[in-house]
Nanobody, 124 residues
Framework: QVQVVESGGGLVQAGGSLRLSCVVS????????RGWFRQVPGKDREFVGV????????DYGGSVKGRFTIPRDDSKNTVYLQMNSLKPEDTAIYYC?????????????????WGQGTRVTVSS
């Protein structure tokens, strides 16, 4: 069974940093891309970033580029969303998703499996 589990959300002050974790079980870690999305209640999910399954190629949404990165730890089958210079507009529920293939992009259709989300609140 494939499971996607995000963790690490919380409350942080604007300008601060937060690190989310995503563990995907039931699939070979290096074979599939892993993406991050976020969603504000009542709005569509927004692409945040993605890292390829078997290399360090990444892509980021324009609103977070230069502030967020996606480190990986292959030994833990884990990828992270390192969020720096947080802004109030970053407040959302953040979702991790496991891709259909080793490469994925900004479309939700590129992903098979989704986590339940973890809430991030950035105060001003």
């Amino acid at each position: 069974q494939v499971q996607v589990v995000e963790s690490g959300g919380g409350l942080v002050q604007a300008g601060g940093s937060l690190r989310l974790s995503c563990v995907v079980s039931g699939r070979a870690f290096s074979n599939y891309a892993r993406g991050w999305f976020r969603q504000v209640p009542g709005k569509d999910r927004e692409f945040v970033g993605v890292i390829d399954g078997n290399n360090d190629i990444t892509d980021y949404g324009g609103s977070v580029k230069g502030r967020f990165t996606i480190p990986r730890d292959d030994s833990k089958n884990t990828v992270y969303l390192q969020m720096n210079s947080l802004k109030p507009e970053d407040t959302a529920i953040y979702y991790c998703a496991s891709g259909k293939y080793g490469h994925a992009g900004a479309s939700e259709k590129d992903y098979f499996y989704w986590g339940q989300g973890t809430r991030v609140t950035v105060s001003s």
